[in-house]
């Protein structure tokens, strides 16, 4: 089957089930980045996720790797870190900062799907108030850190960074317990990896997850500006 083109002007997408097996989850090619789509395109499950000689890729793999906030792993290494208050963790505090090192390229000669392009959506998403960035300091430096998007009681991850050892999971386990305090149920974390899977995360069917999207997407009775708090840190 024929990957769709998006309509350049309407917002919709085809039903997630029509979804590629191969390669897995690819739903749609084309369209924009506007904000109307992102967000769209989140609630159903659907993320974009493509490289610079390519149009738009629009994404809803089966399974899905999710961290359910009940979950998280910490080891006992990780613990001792956080115990020792190394880092100091605070949010949306350097948005753009975040974005910038998480599009950096890992390793030499290695490129990087956070386009120029991708990179101003986010942004702009971020100025809206629907993505969000945490960050961690070690002597008023940024060292670590993470952003995704934030519908509901679900937290969207997009991407991590570390330039000191744990500062990225030491973000990511703050982040986890701050939505679990706020009812969140789980932080997509779109493909499985290593890294996300040794912090608990677990795939799950997309049927699954878009049953928990169905329930947890449109939930607004928390506190966000105490989620997502600016001048307290989050130790």
């Not at 024929?2 to 369209?31: I, S």
């Not at 809206?128 to 008023?140: F, N």
């Not at 997502?228 to 840190?233: A, K, L, P, Q, V």
């Amino acid at each position: 089957m024929p990957v769709p083109w998006l309509h350049p002007q309407k917002v919709a997408f085809p039903p997630t089930h029509q979804a590629l097996a191969e390669p897995n989850g690819l739903l749609a090619v084309g369209g924009d980045l506007s904000t109307d789509r992102l967000l769209t395109a989140y609630r159903l499950g659907i993320f974009p996720w493509f490289e610079d000689d390519q149009p738009i890729l629009w994404w809803t793999p089966s399974p899905r790797a999710v961290l359910f906030t009940d979950q998280i792993h910490i080891s006992k290494s990780l613990k001792k870190t956080i115990r020792k208050k190394h880092f100091t963790i605070k949010a949306d505090q350097q948005f753009e900062a975040v974005i910038d090192a998480c599009a950096s390229p890992r390793q030499e000669n290695q490129g990087t799907w956070i386009t120029s392009e991708m990179r101003l959506a986010y942004i702009e998403l971020a100025k809206k108030g629907h993505a969000h960035s945490v960050e961690t300091y070690l002597d008023d430096q940024l060292v670590g850190g993470l952003y995704g998007i934030c519908i509901g009681r679900i937290f969207f991850g997009e991407s991590m960074f570390s330039t000191e050892s744990d500062a990225s999971k030491v973000a990511f386990v703050h982040l986890a317990l701050r939505l679990k305090k706020f009812g969140f149920k789980l932080i997509d974390c779109q493909v499985h990896s290593q890294h996300l899977a040794s912090l608990g995360a677990n795939e799950i069917e997309r049927s699954d997850f878009e049953t928990i999207l169905t329930r947890y997407i449109e939930e607004r009775d928390y506190d966000s500006n105490a989620l997502w708090d600016r001048i307290e840190n989050w130790n």
